[in-house]
């Protein structure tokens, strides 16, 4: 069993008891209706959550005043009383499994979703966009203002009438009531901008008269952004004396951070450490005394322990971390946490696809986020063997899958180790957390005695026919891409050769721990390229970043994309865009850029033009399988290469792949 003692303290707050310290915070799904109802995909994601032991979980923030308060391509809706019955249903449900349930009201102010907007304006505190390049809103009149209090109100009466145990009021991240808040958005010289009180009046108003409509025995949570994380913004002093003016009929102090502009650190890119802003939510503990929650990549159950022990914050807010793992506080509480995804932070699935796509959210390491390891309880209905080619992420997604469903299971992999390009990429710092992943999938791949790992040994035609299969599964990964450049053969990964690979480098990098001043020339402004990068130039090294597009990282999610920009732009990265690499020398790259050549020498060179599917003897599997009725699937990166949320999916579908057989029950 555990001994994280704190962790499964209960506490009471204001007539609220929750079990232990684990709450779920609001996080957009695009799972509502197109009309803002509750989806029975809401109702299964959180009531997964709810089973899985979370304390108390917060819905996503639900619009309180359509269609100017609304934001995101499909949003949860309390504006009116027809949305009670829904929101009914979901605070029934997740009340069956112990969890107390809150939500989030929120105005997106100039934050808005514009298509629904019929052509008029965003209203905020002012008339500044709430990001860069945003649409310029309207600053709203003071009689608007006091409708917009009574709108968050009536808002949080119907959340009472709904069930919920809590509400929370949205005052950070950029939407309407941050901006006003901070000196980024407010330029107003009334009673509602200038001074911290007139700029915190707004949200007084709001949490008294939630605190009038929902009555003294109930409780209220406020979000906010402690610090901006931008010139001219809050930061942590300005913000504990606007809450000085707003704070007195709040119940739990929520403590976030940044504002659209610096995303990164309010959605943690991946090398923040585990609770990153505990400093934050201990200030503001400090001056108030009030139950207080923390968020910040908080993945690691001791140090979420160390938080709550050192006084540091009351609750834990863990997000991204429950969608990969639902079951995060039983399993801890039991004891299990080998069993459990870690979250990367990757902010693909989640909010990349929510945010930047308009897609439902998914995730990069769990398949199923919405009915979890329910698929286990399924049985093939005949004996099955199944070969899986490829110990990467992919193919041992597919193997786990196919043995827990009742298949005889064969995972080959050429090289010593399982886990693929996710185990090498994780040696660079910056990218560690993705290792953990690796680490469950071989976890799983013990647990299961139907399923046979055999490494170090590429898989021949003969191979794989002696094991008998019924389906096999092409799962090789892929190669660095490499072009046919003049001298870049010569060069690359050679013995005492200066210019690498991302695989030269992967395979070798304590070796490159002298990097101070070192000359370092990147070649490629992808997802590699950059990461690449962001090692040598956070380590004092003089880097130039060589693009034949007119901006780095086109393909990048939006969180990693924003942190990469600022570290090339804090480390003074020298930018050759709309520049093609033309010849690789010993010490220099020839690059033409605008018509003319220019050498660049260095130290170090990285030809990083990305990957490309390893399809080495596919070709000769697939005429085997074919000339003896045995049904194939080529996966992941050796079909095509891209990210593990892709290859991981596709990995799962040996479901749907066995069901096409006729073959699963």
């Not at 929520?254 to 610096?262: E, G, H, K």
């Not at 801890?332 to 308009?358: F, P």
């Not at 110990?391 to 064969?410: D, H, I, K, L």
């Not at 185990?423 to 999938?441: Q, V, Y």
Request: charge should be neutral; charged fraction near 20%.
């Amino acid at each position: 069993m555990n001994t994280y003692r704190h962790l499964f303290t209960p506490i009471v707050i204001n007539g609220m008891r929750l079990k232990n310290r684990i709450i779920m915070p609001p996080m957009g799904t695009n799972f509502a209706g197109l009309n803002g109802e509750v989806s029975e995909q809401q109702l299964a994601y959180y009531a997964l959550r709810a089973k899985g032991g979370t304390g108390l979980i917060t819905i996503e923030n639900a619009c309180i005043d359509f269609p100017f308060a609304t934001n995101g391509t499909t949003q949860l809706r309390i504006d009116n009383d027809q949305y009670i019955p829904g929101l009914y249903r979901l605070t029934e449900r997740l009340h069956q499994h112990g969890a107390c349930v809150s939500i989030q009201l929120n105005h997106a102010g100039a934050s808005a979703y514009a298509a629904r907007l019929n052509n008029q304006l965003p209203v905020s505190s002012s008339t500044v966009p709430s990001k860069k390049n945003g649409q310029i809103p309207r600053a709203l009149s003071v009689e608007e203002i006091y409708q917009v209090v009574e709108k968050f109100g009536d808002a949080a009466a119907r959340a009472r009438q709904a069930g919920f145990d809590c509400v929370e009021i949205h005052a950070g991240h950029s939407y309407l009531l941050c901006q006003f808040l901070s000196p980024v958005y407010n330029q107003r010289t009334d009673e509602f901008g200038g001074s911290p009180e007139n700029r915190a009046r707004i949200v007084r108003l709001v949490v008294d008269k939630v605190r009038e409509r929902v009555g003294p025995r109930f409780p209220v949570s406020l979000r906010f952004s402690m610090d901006d994380f931008v010139e001219g913004g809050n930061h942590p002093d300005d913000m504990l004396a606007l809450l000085e003016h707003c704070q007195q009929n709040v119940d739990i102090l929520n403590v976030s951070a940044a504002l659209n502009d610096t995303l990164q650190f309010q959605i943690d890119q991946m090398d923040l450490p585990d609770g990153w802003k505990r400093y934050l939510s201990r200030a503001v503990r400090d001056r108030f005394g009030k139950p207080t929650v923390i968020a910040g990549n908080i993945r690691n159950p001791a140090v979420a322990d160390e938080i709550l022990g050192s006084g540091d914050a009351d609750l834990l807010a863990i997000g991204r971390g429950l969608i990969a793992e639902p079951a995060w506080v039983n399993k801890v509480q039991a004891g299990q946490e080998q069993e459990m995804r870690h979250c990367i932070s990757c902010n693909i699935g989640c909010a990349d696809h929510r945010i930047a796509r308009s897609q439902p959210i998914r995730c990069s390491i769990n398949p199923d986020i919405l009915y979890g390891d329910a698929y286990q309880q399924r049985r093939v209905t005949k004996p099955l063997n199944v070969v899986v080619i490829g110990g990467g992420t992919a193919g041992m997604e597919a193997a786990c899958t196919a043995a827990e469903v009742g298949c005889q299971t064969w995972l080959l992999e050429a090289k010593p180790q399982l886990g693929g390009l996710a185990r090498d990429i994780a040696r660079l710092p910056e990218k560690g957390r993705i290792a953990g992943f690796p680490r469950f999938m071989e976890q799983r791949l013990k647990a299961l005695s139907n399923l046979q790992v055999i490494t170090g040994q590429r898989a021949s035609v003969a191979d794989v026919a002696a094991l008998h299969p019924d389906l096999i599964v092409n799962a090789t990964g892929s190669t660095p891409l490499l072009p046919p450049i003049n001298g870049l053969m010569d060069f690359i990964d050679r013995p005492g050769s200066s210019v690498f690979s991302i695989t030269g480098l992967l395979s070798q990098i304590e070796h490159f721990t002298d990097t101070v001043g070192k000359r370092v020339v990147v070649v490629g402004g992808g997802a590699v390229g950059l990461d690449v990068t962001e090692y040598f130039a956070k380590r004092g090294s003089q880097v130039s970043l060589v693009e034949m597009l007119d901006a780095p990282g086109r393909d990048l999610d939006l969180i990693t994309k924003s942190s990469m920009l600022s570290m090339l732009s804090e480390h003074q990265v020298q930018l050759w865009m709309k520049s093609q690499l033309m010849a690789v020398h010993g010490d220099r790259f020839t690059v033409k850029q605008g018509g003319e050549q220019h050498d660049l020498p260095f130290d170090y060179g990285f030809v990083c033009l990305g990957m490309r599917a390893n399809q080495q003897g596919l070709e000769a599997m697939q005429q085997w399988a074919g000339s003896h009725q045995v049904r194939m699937m080529n996966i992941g990166d050796s079909m095509m290469a891209r990210r593990i949320i892709d290859g991981i999916r596709e990995g799962r579908d040996v479901l749907t792949t066995l069901e096409d057989m006729g073959c699963l029950a």
